[in-house]
Every structure is written in structure tokens, then in C-alpha cells.
């Protein structure tokens, strides 16, 4: 067993509302993941709406929108590039 | 007789060096002689310029801090040519099964002509380890890899015989 200064985690109580801990339970259950991850991820990511599923969606349609624009204008399509590109935060 | 091939070579530095071979690898225009690009396309990933294809893989496994593990999956699928033998046929092959991989990862695929002996066309997909959903890492083991080869045995209805790439030792 290691001992508690070679621990990578800390364990802390939170007190949270009914309704919250309901939320993180369903999103846990529907995502097939832990409770502890669900809640590590919105403490985590807490300053941002995308998440990496948003994200691929969109990047497929800046895929589609960059392959439809390409045959009339190869700048364009750079741009659309980079603008999509760009909106990869999290 | 299709093939799918895994190739498992993870121990290039922390792994990192493999993945971008990889991402530089499916854009690559210039391959082996007689080896020629078809296609290059990307699900839930950038498939225009390889530097955002990586960030934006990398950047999957940073949100998760997925970053030590295994990075990448690269799969090659070799078309028999008795059923595939022009390119739009290969390439829509390797959307669908590209598709059903996007279920739940980041791929990039290319399509390359190259006659084999068996085999005219074949695809190599380049596979984030990382679920987009869960976070959690693709298990890359011999029944995930027979799973595959049979959803392809049902799309081409060809036999698909599974082999695993290991790194050649005397490099």
C-alpha cells in the first residue's frame, strides 16, 4: 500500500444538492464512466462548453464545408481551415 | 481473402514519435514505388493539414490526461482483388468502417494503390486510443481486433484474416 505523500490523489468530502448529485449520477450512467470521473471532468473543463464528442462532430462538418469550397477557392479553404482549427479549445 | 493488420509499434520514445509518424504517414504523397495516395480523409478530425490532425488528437488526450499511454492505433485493411479492384470501391469501403470506428474515436484514413499480389488497394487507419465520449483507452487486443475483422468480412463478404505487426527488432 503506498503511503499517504506517494499518493497522486486526495480524497476531500463535497456537499452538493440532491438535484447535482443526481445529474453527475445519470451523466455517469449514460456515459458508462464513474461518478468520480464525471465530477473530475466538470471541475476540470468547468470554463468551457466543449467536450472532445462536440468537437469531432463540428470538425466533421468544417471537413465537409473545407472539401465543398476547395474546387472554387484554395485560399478559402485555408481559411476555413484555420478558423476550425482554431475553435479546438478546451 | 481480405487482411487487417494491426501494427503494434508503441515503444518510439514515450509513444509520441510513432503517433505523429503515423499522422505524417496518411498524408504522405510520396510512398514506396509503385505505391500511390488515393484518398486522405478524417472523422472527427482534420484531414487537410497533419499538424492540426495531431494537435487535435492530442488535444482529445490532453482533456482526458490520456497522454502517457498507448497513442495510437494503426490499422491496415488489404482489399482481395477479386472484389475490390478500383479505387471508389476501396474507398467506400474504408468510410464505412472508418464510420464505425467514429462511433467512439478520432480516425484518419488513406487509401493507397499498390499491387501486392493479392491485393490491389488498401487503407491504413490511423485511430486516437482515446474514447471521445468516456476518455476511456481502446483495448487493443486479439478479440477487439477479430470483432473488426468480422464487421469487414460482413461488408465485403470476403474471409478477413487478422494478423498483429510487431516493431522489427533489428531496427
Redesign the interface.
Known sequence: MRKPEEKKTVRRTVLMTKDTDNDIIREAKE???KPN?VMN?RLI?HKTDN???K???F??F??EA?RMIKPYSEKD?KLL?RK??KL?T? | MDILTQKRITDNGDGAGYFRHCVNYVYKDKLEPGEKRILTKGYGVCDTNRSHTFDQMYGVKEYFGKTGDNPVMHLVVSYDKSKVYDAITACNLTEIIAQHLRKNYQVITAVHQENQGGSLYHAHLVVNTVDIYTGKLYHSGIYELGQLAIFIHNLTGNFCKTEIKYEDPKK
Open positions: 456515459r458508462g464512466i470521473a471532468e473543463h467536450t472532445p464528442s468537437m469531432a462532430e470538425q466533421d468544417a471537413n473545407i479553404a481551415e476550425a482549427n479546438w478546451f
